[in-house]
């Protein structure tokens, strides 16, 4: 079996969860013993990206214009690609990349799946744009797909209005590799930020409104006398607010400890999540949030907002969901920054969860058996 994974930017700097995913999903495949192979612009392509997907045939077209992810390609080199591989699988929503291998699918009826991983809702910037984009081609590519896959069960209704059935959509929820996290590195991390053994809220992720920082840290500066053993870290690239949130900590009588430490990736990743305790997401919508299984892979607990589509992270006691506002964030931290060995034990109730349903070995397991009925139909 031969599958094309179709993903506009692979640099999870970049790209984010989308990003990630496409990349751990490829190595399953990989591992799976299924021939894969990767459709990208060469945004943020670096020799680490690479090396992480050995055995896997990355193309990279060069890209013209990064704000709107326009590649440099040879429709006749697209159809090339696409004609040598037996399923196509199209990764978000909103670009040039999967608008050309969709029209080079249907041309020669090579069965296509989309993956939009919560990138449906026009939402954010650019809305005039990708209601424009959805006229072009948009809703066509998402409404001919011979199969639709959602994250979460909540992200299946947002294909109604793109004229597929909610209950034809088929879950396949995001993965982590267990082997990605090892249990070291965190005493470097504490070591280089300079924060001891004090106890650590950690928020990973770009620091832009949808994602939630500013929730955060005004969550924490409201009540940081409350817990003024505790440091809170921004790990992550800044997506437009972290001249902001700099500002504001400034005026917040906890600004010694709290830390912003810019992307953090490969073993440093691992070290963050173990040296943390306790990782914190405040997203304000987000389809389901990569960053909870690594955590929880890690033995992590999570305070995170309804908005995740991650709401048994509460039901399994590995955690707290809160709504998506500072009050909600601020109600939350104050029931968890109080017990340590508590965190403790939620985290590793978590871990188990996570282990055992959603390790990539077992999430792959979904992605063969639907391309094994794709194939058989075609």
């Known amino acids: 079996m031969k599958v094309l994974n179709v993903n506009a930017v692979l640099d999870p700097v970049t790209g984010g969860g989308t990003a990630e995913r496409t990349i751990q999903m490829s190595r399953a495949l990989r ?5 894969c192979s990767i459709l990208t612009t060469n945004i943020g392509l670096s020799v680490e990206n690479i090396l992480v997907l050995d055995g896997i045939h990355v193309t990279a077209f060069r890209c013209l214009l990064q704000r709107f992810f ?17 399923v196509v699988h199209l990764m978000g929503h909103w670009t040039v990349l999967n608008a050309l291998v969709f029209r080079a699918a249907r041309g020669m009826r090579k069965p296509y799946v989309v993956c939009p991983a919560g990138a449906l809702l026009v939402y954010g910037r650019s809305k005039m744009l ?3 984009y959805n006229w072009i081609v948009g809703r066509r590519i998402i409404r001919n797909a011979n199969a639709w896959i959602a994250i979460t069960n909540d992200e299946c209704a947002q294909f109604e209005s793109y004229g597929v059935d909610p209950g034809r959509v088929i879950i396949i929820p995001n993965g982590v590799n267990p082997a990605d996290f090892p249990g070291e590195g965190a005493t470097e991390f504490r070591e280089k930020y300079g924060l001891g053994d004090r106890p650590v809220a950690l928020f990973f992720g770009r620091l832009n409104s949808i994602k939630g920082p500013d929730i955060l840290l005004d969550a924490f ?12 870290v921004f790990a ?12 504001r900590t400034a005026d917040c009588a906890a600004r010694q400890r709290v830390h912003f430490i810019g992307y953090v990736g490969g073993r440093e990743k691992s070290g963050a999540y173990h040296a943390a305790d306790l990782l914190v997401i405040p997203s304000r919508q987000e389809a389901m949030s990569i960053v909870v299984l690594e ?3 890690s033995g992590t607990p999570v305070l995170l907002t309804d908005q995740c589509g991650f709401d048994e992270v509460a039901r399994i006691g590995g955690g707290k969901v809160v709504p998506a506002t500072v009050e909600g964030v601020q109600a939350g931290l104050a029931d968890m920054l109080t017990d340590c060995a508590r965190l403790a034990a939620m985290g590793s109730k978590l871990r188990n969860y996570v282990r055992d349903n959603y390790a990539w070995n077992v999430v792959i397991r979904k992605y063969l058996d639907l391309y094994g009925t794709l194939l058989s139909k075609a």
């Open 31 to 35: 591992d799976a013993g299924v021939d």
């Open 70 to 86: 326009i590649p440099l390609a040879r429709y006749k080199t697209i159809k090339r690609i696409v004609e040598g591989v037996d």
């Open 130 to 132: 990708k209601r424009f």
């Open 221 to 232: 500066c409201r009540e940081q006398l409350k817990w003024p053993d505790w440091h809170l």
């Open 236 to 247: 992550g690239p800044d997506g437009g607010l972290l001249s902001t949130l700099k500002d």
């Open 295 to 297: 955590a929880g892979i």
